[in-house]
């Protein structure tokens, strides 16, 4: 069975007034006190109660007064690291931070929580005599990678990485993972922008293959209404999102073959009336797009698109947007499936005076990248959409990432 100690590090409902772990409090606050009243200028006894307080501690760690913990033992600390005056890190699990890290003043990093529904934080008819909280507690994991900088004033929630290199900007209430190399800021925290690493070898960039949904314009939430208005009426429940997108792979006639093949044709019918119709409402690309397509022509930039979606939804958008005359070649999806290497490949063969090496796919998905890996072509994640995930698109190591269509303008006037 169980320890409590162990729930607790394992991320599930755990006993705060379990003995053992109120003996680790209890030794965490009065070694937390003795360090808080030793002078700063006595290092060795300072070094020692933190040796003694945390889980593990590396060389060159300066940690300012007052500072306050939970358990202590749960805390890991790398090397060269400063945690400034009056930050609290509440380590009920563990609190992993790595070398060269420098942590501002009054930070707070939480890894309790509770769940926001009533009936699951709180226990019913809670007995005070049952040895047992009136509230159910677990805790989750925070870990802050090499050289990162965490500003003022921040508060990292449980659960959160800080991917190398980046930058919490103060203030900032850190809900979710931050990428490698990002400066991120705001509450919710959120990338604004990317760190420049050295200069790789400039490639000239003379094709440029672009994706649509979620890259070039917000059209996934017009894809999403236009599936609800659809099928609801016609298998007569409620469709989520998650349902929809889950049969993402094929063009919209794959979609709604997966829910409706024996009223796949008023299906169709019906999602490009609704497709058009809605449309107003997302009725230009993004901004800085459409002045981005026409500056790259006026250069005489090749421009080709790679999209998933089906042959007239694809047209719908882009004479609703004024671009289809920008685009050389368009490949769209297909009913069976996914095809989106198929459709890169289709582009490199229509440029064929071309190297794979002067081309570039941009893309907003992970399944873009795949791709682009099969093919063998360089390719950019555009993580400027609210519908990105850009803690996913960094994951799988992508040529670049940009999280703004300015950065991303910017970088392609420097390589072409």
Not at 107 to 115: A, L, R
Not at 122 to 130: A, G, I, R
Not at 155 to 163: A, R, S
Request: net charge neutral; hydrophobic share 35%.
């Amino acid at each position: 069975m169980k320890t409590e100690l162990q729930k607790c590090l394992d991320g599930e409902i755990f006993n705060t007034s379990d003995k053992e772990i109120q003996r680790f409090i209890h030794h965490a606050r009065k070694l937390s006190n003795s360090y808080n009243s030793t002078p700063s200028n006595n290092s060795k006894k300072r070094n020692e109660i933190l040796s003694e307080l945390f889980g593990e501690i590396g060389n060159n760690v300066n940690i300012d007064t007052p500072f306050y913990c939970d358990y202590g033992r749960h805390i890991f600390i790398g090397s060269n690291v400063i945690i400034n005056i009056n930050c609290t890190f509440v380590d009920c699990n563990k609190i992993e931070i790595g070398n060269n890290v420098l942590i501002a003043s009054n930070v707070q990093i939480y890894t309790s929580t509770h769940s926001t529904k009533v009936n699951e934080r709180l226990v019913e008819n809670w007995n005070p005599n049952s040895g047992l909280p009136y509230f159910r507690t677990y805790a989750l994991l925070v870990k802050i990678d090499d050289n990162v900088w965490i500003g003022g004033g921040v508060i990292i929630l449980p659960g959160v990485t800080i991917g190398e290199n980046s930058v919490i900007g103060a203030g900032s209430v850190v809900t979710k993972s931050i990428p490698t190399n990002c400066v991120a800021v705001g509450n919710p925290c959120r990338v604004i922008r990317k760190i420049k690493e050295k200069p790789k070898n400039k490639r000239r960039i003379k094709a440029i293959i672009f994706d649509l949904d979620g890259t070039l314009g917000n059209t996934i939430p017009l894809c999403l209404e236009a599936f609800r208005r659809t099928l609801e009426p016609l298998i007569g429940k409620t469709i989520s999102n998650e349902e929809i997108i889950a049969t993402f792979g094929p063009s919209e006639e794959g979609t709604i073959k997966a829910f409706i093949p024996e009223k796949y044709n008023q299906g169709i019918s019906d999602y490009l009336y609704y497709y058009e119709k809605l449309h107003k409402k997302w009725p230009k690309p993004f901004d800085g797009i459409l002045s981005l397509l026409s500056e790259l022509k006026q250069r005489d930039i090749s421009i080709a698109m790679v999209t998933g979606k089906g042959k007239q939804s694809t047209n719908i958008t882009l004479q609703k947007f004024g671009i289809r005359h920008l685009f050389e070649k368009i490949e769209t999806g297909h009913i069976k499936g996914a095809r989106k290497p198929e459709g890169i490949k289709a582009i490199i063969d229509f440029f064929h005076d071309l190297d794979k090496n002067e081309m570039i796919y941009v893309g907003d998905a992970p399944n873009d990248i795949i791709a682009c890996n099969q093919v063998g072509i360089p390719v950019i994640a555009a993580a400027w959409g609210e519908t990105a995930e850009p803690e996913r698109l960094a994951e799988l190591k992508p040529d670049e990432i940009f999280y703004s269509i300015d950065d991303f303008t910017n970088w392609i006037n420097s390589n072409i």
